[in-house]
């Protein structure tokens, strides 16, 4: 079975990704869309059965109808070009879909959402998001009761780690918040119509750099796995 990820390889962090999901399933075939075009890209999407939107820099704010705002980390055209356009494909297909820290955010501006170009200088918190000195921060999370999150992960609270700038200001129509920090901050989202878009769960923390056992980071690998492979006999067959 084969996975797409927008971004799997190039600095030490993006090293994570594939380990972690293989940590599930050691036979999935990992293909990292890093580097391609987005025909390129696109074409092979096609071949698989669920995508993963990695973290990285910043969303462009022109892409939410925000000017560039002080406070605005590195941004990347290119990248933002290739994720719209394969979220954009993976969902007309309700393919399943994992997003991750930047891929939160960039699900939530495809879909008609906002971001806070700089949380700490627009919505100031107690609440340590970003890195620092290039550790993670780590700060608590409430789990919705009821919310596919809550039934993958069977916890409805946890300790997660944090590396973001860049949040979730406006939740886009179709979405559901399924977990947030003390200081309300948007910390996981989901279809708000359940499946009927297929399988959809993003996390504005890191699984990959967490603990496996932590059922906030494990328990996710395994069921967008589960996920994907149930698409590929739906949609491909088990060849």
């Not at 190039?10 to 036979?27: D, F, Q, S, T, V």
């Amino acid at each position: 079975m084969k996975v797409a990820l927008s971004k799997a390889s190039g600095k030490a962090p993006y090293l994570n990704y594939i380990p972690w999901l293989k940590k599930a399933e050691e036979e999935i075939d990992c293909i990292d869309m890093n580097g391609r075009t987005v025909e390129e890209a696109l074409e092979l999407l096609n071949g698989c059965s669920g995508l993963v939107l990695t973290g990285g820099p910043d969303v462009e704010p022109k892409h939410y109808k925000r000017p560039n705002a002080e406070g605005l980390g590195a941004v990347d055209a290119a990248r933002d070009e290739l994720e719209f356009a394969l979220f954009r494909r993976a969902h007309e297909r309700n393919m399943p879909i994992l997003g991750i820290c930047r891929g939160l955010q960039l699900i939530n501006v495809a879909l008609g959402g906002s971001l806070y170009v700089d949380q700490p200088s627009e919505s100031p918190s107690d609440v340590e998001h970003r890195q620092l000195e290039g550790v993670d921060a780590e700060h608590h999370v409430m789990v919705e009761p009821g919310t596919l999150l809550m039934k993958v992960s069977g916890v409805t609270e946890g300790e997660v780690n944090s590396a973001h700038h860049q949040a979730i200001e406006d939740l886009a129509e179709g979405l559901l918040r399924s977990a947030e920090s003390p200081d309300g901050n948007v910390e996981a989202i989901e279809w708000r119509d359940g499946g009927r878009n297929g399988f959809l769960a993003a996390v504005q923390w890191h699984p990959e750099r967490m603990d496996f056992s932590n059922p906030l980071s494990g328990h996710l690998a395994e069921r967008f796995l589960f996920e994907a492979y149930s698409y590929k006999l739906l949609m491909m067959g088990d060849d």
